[in-house]
């Protein structure tokens, strides 16, 4: 699975590297080293234009944890974090993203953990590690998004419809597959516009653009267990453990 990672470009950044040619200034993310479920993360999408019938590229803040449009509460997407390729197609929470909403969701790198066993000096634990692209490139994770109608709100009110989001994973291989055996998908750079275009509902088609990040060229290294909590957060976090037993 993925189930934490780093985005810390800035929206001037990311508008440059996918071409996008505006985004809202006034919805602007902060860098985080601590990107958790729930948590607004970066995306970007196509949409069409419903007075002009064009098709823009955003650059939006999306909810991590896609909410199907049938789904009765928000709170279904803290368990939709992940969409496994294997199934995104067929599954009734995902299929219809699958088919026509279709974003890209920004990430220097994400976290995995390895369960240690335990030492004659040292408890079992869990040791995060940090695994990017060896080049330090932006990942283009492959992700999908839907829109959720809060009915429990009036409509035009604020909270009424929420964006949200989920990530598509596959088994792991490279530098991951040594830590956890899931791992996030990529798109790679040439097939951005062909995995964001809302018209394009080839379902054959879509998985072929689905890689492995950094086609493969990845690294991982062990870093501080205060990723542990989702409440740290900063540049400290990507530090090596100060100790063998992996203890920041």
Known sequence: MCG????????????????????????????????????????????VERETGEITRQLR??????????????????KMINARVETVAEK??????????????PADGFYEWQT????????????PYF???EDSQVMALAGLY???????????APGAWWTT???ITTEATDAAGRVHPRMPLAIAPADWS???????????????????????????????????DVRNNGPHLLAEPADDTGNA
């Open 4 to 47: 934490r990672f780093v985005s810390t470009r800035s929206p001037q950044d990311l508008a440059s590297v996918f071409d996008v040619p505006h985004w809202d200034p006034d919805r602007a993310l902060e860098p985080s080293w601590n990107v958790a479920p729930t948590d607004d993360v970066w995306s970007v999408l196509e949409r």
């Open 146 to 156: 839907e829109f959720w109608r809060d009915p429990a709100v009036e409509d035009g």
């Open 131 to 133: 695994i990017s692209p």
């Open 194 to 228: 062909a995995w964001l275009d809302p018209a394009h509902d080839d379902a054959g088609e879509l998985r072929a653009l689905l890689t492995a990040p950094a086609a493969g060229h990845l690294a991982a290294r062990a870093v501080s267990t205060a990723v542990n």
């Open 61 to 78: 803040p999306l909810r991590w944890g896609l909410v199907p449009s049938w789904a009765k509460s928000l709170k279904t997407g803290a």
């Open 116 to 127: 240690v066993a335990a030492t004659e000096t040292a408890k079992a634990h869990k040791q």
């Open 165 to 167: 989001c989920t990530i």
């Open 92 to 105: 009734p929470a995902y299929r219809r993203a699958f088919a026509k909403r279709r974003c890209l969701l």
